[in-house]
C-alpha cells in the first residue's frame, strides 16, 4: 500500500501563509499526471475537495488555496489564513489500490 | 445540486451485521462509480469500497474484503453496503462519496452515518 505521510498539527496566524506537505512512500504520479488530491475537513462535518490532481482547484474553492508538486512530494499551500480554514487537512492519492489518505495535518491558530 | 444521504447507523453487537443505505440526487446516478470511506472517530480517513456503474465490478481494501459488500439499485439512485462479521475496529462515521472519473478523487460526499460495533 502506498503510504502517505503529513504533519499531525501546523500552527499559523491570521493573514499568513500556511504550508502543508503530505509525503507518500512511492510515486503517485503517471506520466505528468499526478494523482494527489486534498480535502479540508471541519469537526463535525463531511471532508470537502479542495484540490485534485495536484494542482487543480475544485469548484467553488477560493484561490487562496493552491496545490503543488509530483512524484512524491506535494503540498497545500492557504494564502492568507482566514479564520474559516481552522480545519484537518487530508491528502490522498489514487494512484493505486487501495485508495489511501494521510494522517491529517490540524491546522491551527498560533 | 449534488445529495448524497446515508441511513442505517446504529449500535451492533460484535459478529453481528448492518446495512447502510445511501440515496443520491442532483446527478445521474448511473453515470458514476460510488464509493464508501469511513472514518473512525478521531482518527483519519479511511477507503472502504468502491463499486462500477452498472454494479459489476466492485473493489475493496483487504481489512474489509470477505466481510463487506457494496451493491447499488440505479433505478433507485441507490448505494448499499452490507457489513457482516462486524468487529470493534469497524466503529466509525460512514461516508457514502463519489469518485470523479478515472482518477478517483471524492469529489462529494455525504454527511456521514456513525457505526458502532459493541457488546
Known amino acids: 500500500d502506498i503510504v502517505l505521510t503529513q504533519s499531525p498539527v501546523l500552527a499559523v496566524s491570521l493573514g499568513q501563509r500556511a504550508t502543508i506537505s503530505c509525503r507518500a512512500s512511492?510515486?503517485?504520479?503517471?506520466?505528468?499526471?499526478?494523482?494527489m488530491h486534498w480535502y479540508q475537513q471541519k469537526p463535525g462535518q463531511q471532508p470537502k475537495l479542495l484540490i485534485y490532481?495536484?494542482?487543480n482547484l475544485a469548484s467553488g474553492i477560493p484561490a487562496r488555496f493552491s496545490g503543488s508538486g509530483s512524484g512524491t512530494d506535494f503540498t497545500l499551500t492557504i494564502d492568507p489564513v482566514q479564520a474559516d480554514d481552522i480545519a484537518a487537512y487530508y491528502c490522498?492519492?489514487?494512484?493505486?489500490?487501495?485508495?489511501?489518505f494521510g494522517g491529517g495535518t490540524k491546522l491551527e491558530l498560533k | 445540486e449534488v445529495q448524497l444521504v446515508e441511513s442505517g447507523g446504529g449500535l451492533v453487537q460484535p459478529g453481528r451485521s448492518l446495512k447502510l443505505s445511501c440515496a443520491a440526487s442532483?446527478?445521474?446516478?448511473?453515470?458514476?462509480?460510488m464509493a464508501w470511506v469511513r472514518q473512525a472517530p478521531k482518527k483519519g480517513l479511511e477507503w472502504v469500497a468502491t463499486?462500477?456503474?452498472?454494479?459489476?465490478?466492485?473493489y475493496y481494501p483487504d481489512s474489509v474484503k470477505g466481510r463487506f459488500t457494496i451493491s447499488r439499485d440505479n433505478a433507485k439512485s441507490s448505494l448499499y453496503l452490507q457489513m457482516n462479521s462486524l468487529k470493534s475496529e469497524d466503529t466509525a462515521t460512514y461516508y457514502c462519496a463519489r469518485p470523479e472519473g478515472g482518477y478517483d478523487y471524492f469529489d462529494y460526499w455525504g454527511q456521514g452515518v456513525m457505526v458502532t460495533v459493541s457488546s
Open positions: 490532481r495536484a494542482s
Open positions: 512511492q510515486s503517485v504520479s503517471i506520466s505528468s499526471i499526478n494523482l
Open positions: 442532483g446527478f445521474t446516478f448511473s453515470n458514476y462509480y
Open positions: 463499486i462500477s456503474t452498472s454494479g459489476s465490478r466492485t
Open positions: 490522498q492519492q489514487s494512484r493505486e489500490s487501495p485508495r489511501t
